[in-house]
């Protein structure tokens, strides 16, 4: 293997590693808007803190049906 196909293999382990953290991050995210919402917090005060848009913030933490 020469050092191009080393610096290939790098990168690829690299953004994998990214992407598992993205993913772990998003998770973490999207859990604290539910709890959030279970708190009586609205999607436009989430909206404001996560620089999200309302809409994304409502539609992954919905209200609670009542």
Same mark, same amino acid.
């Given at each position: ?8 293999? =790098?990168?690829? @382990? @690299?953004? &994998?590693?990214? %992407?598992? &953290?993205? *993913?772990?991050?998003?998770? %973490?995210?999207?859990?604290?808007? $539910?709890? +959030?919402? =279970?708190?009586? #917090? +609205? /999607? !436009?005060?989430? &909206? *404001?803190?996560?620089?999200?848009? $309302? %809409?994304?913030? =409502?539609?992954?933490? /919905? &209200?609670? #049906? !009542?």
């Amino acid at each position: 293997m020469d050092e191009l196909d080393e610096r290939i293999q =790098a990168a690829a @382990k @690299k953004r &994998a590693r990214a %992407e598992d &953290a993205l *993913k772990r991050a998003d998770e %973490e995210l999207r859990d604290l808007l $539910r709890e +959030g919402r =279970a708190a009586n #917090k +609205g /999607p !436009s005060h989430m &909206a *404001k803190l996560s620089g999200f848009t $309302r %809409e994304w913030v =409502a539609r992954i933490a /919905p &209200a609670a #049906k !009542s």
